[in-house]
């Protein structure tokens, strides 16, 4: 989803780009897939789906291409859409670093943060070199679906950096592996306990800012 302008700002930064749009029985849009066509390249610029049939479709479309381009190249934002395609030993990937998640204000991030269950008070003692603001302990608790945070003067259960901790809430990492590893230290119980109440699906971070 984005705002008129920026969709106008995308046409208007690649003429190039071409669309092609799937719609279910009822005319509801249900994915699309961006796309340029170069002499030798069929390149995939973004592949969005809401369901199986529309992946599907989508895929038959590119690979209907197959005989007219050499080769076939899709940007990626998570290397979790390689798995889905049926012949993933026939590509070549590589991973290449392009964004980065930081948490600016951690009081306001975690209010905001949309847990996916209740929890019992736990406290985390964060670090963080760049925002002193956010360097303390905090004691975390959501009940009835209202989340409290304030800053604590008891011993950190948990004791992680900003970093570990945008990790885990981002979905890219779970707190017991990160526990698992030395990456963070303290208690398994409070790391499993709040693993159950965060968002495991990672973000596609696709527009630049």
Known sequence: MRPDWWWQYLSAKNPAWEV???FDAQQQLTGYLIYQRTATTFDVQEWQFVDSATYQELA???TKHGTSYQQFSYAAPTAAQLDRLTEPYALTAKTVPYMM???VNLKDF????PFTCDFAPITLQVSDDISPA???TWQLQRQQGQTQIATSTVAGELKLSIQSL???SFGYRRLT???HYGEISGSQQVAQKLDQALVHEAPCLIDYF
């Open 101 to 103: 998640a930081r948490i």
């Open 166 to 168: 945008t990790k885990a």
């Open 20 to 22: 092609a749009l799937r």
């Open 60 to 62: 038959l479309f590119i």
């Open 134 to 136: 956010n360097q303390a």
């Open 110 to 113: 975690l209010q905001r943060y």
């Open 177 to 179: 592996d990160l526990l």
